[in-house]
């Protein structure tokens, strides 16, 4: 499904099924501050949007992160719209980029072109992009996510749901998409931390989710959505 709608070149190993999306920015979070045995290392993270940075309580309080706000708020919009303002989030010297997008609660879409200058910069200062994608559920007209392949890179991690797609909320299933490495095997990585955790979706869960994506990829190659 992804690999349709952004030219990119997936596989199993580059995606982890977690317990909502959420639970996904948190497992991902832990795994860069590299969480083990009660002790990570000192991170700071620059959070792109109006309001998800009040999020981050648990992040700040558990794990002793530096959170730091950026919010474009204005009449021109909600997102960064040039280079310069890129730069100025960088100059904080981030361990991560934390985008929305689209936006919340807006709903605006970061412009990929500057998505794709942000990804590029911090690959070159080894910084991680951490991409929520949990609003990309109301498109608007001849709009979004605007991906291509440049989207798959080692150090951009995805996390996206179909809690608010298709108001599945209380199934508590989300994904992480990310390097092979990042997501790890039943010892580690995301998938290992997942192993130990308990409230994970119901096994129905499973088939709504698989007959969701089937019902996307059918949309995608000109078919109609029975559910839209």
Not at 77 to 88: D, L
Not at 142 to 161: E, P
Request: proline share 5%; aromatic share 10%; hydrophobic share 40%.
């Amino acid at each position: 499904m992804e690999n349709m709608r952004h030219g990119t070149s997936y596989t199993a190993d580059n995606i982890a099924i977690v317990a909502g999306a959420w639970c996904g920015v948190e497992l991902a979070l832990e795994g860069i501050a590299n969480l083990a045995y009660g002790n990570c290392k000192k991170t700071k993270v620059a959070v792109i949007g109006p309001t998800h940075y009040q999020l981050f309580q648990r992040p700040i309080q558990v794990l002793g992160f530096e959170v730091l706000g950026f919010d474009f708020v204005n009449f021109e919009g909600s997102v960064p719209q040039a280079e310069e303002e890129i730069r100025e989030i960088l100059s904080c010297k981030p361990n991560i980029v934390f985008v929305t997008n689209p936006n919340n609660p807006i709903g605006e879409y970061f412009p990929p072109k500057l998505l794709r200058f942000l990804i590029e910069k911090c690959a070159k200062k080894k910084i991680i992009v951490v991409i929520d994608e949990m609003q990309n559920f109301i498109p608007v007209e001849g709009k979004g996510l605007g991906y291509d392949k440049w989207i798959q890179q080692n150090h951009v991690v995805r996390v996206d749901s179909f809690s608010k797609h298709y108001g599945l909320a209380e199934y508590r299933v989300g994904w992480v998409i990310a390097d092979k490495k990042f997501i790890g095997d039943r010892h580690s990585g995301i998938v290992g931390r997942t192993r130990g955790m308990m409230g994970n979706a119901p096994r129905a869960a499973n088939d709504v989710i698989l007959k969701l994506v089937d019902i996307e990829i059918e949309t995608m190659r000109g078919g109609k959505n029975p559910l839209k």
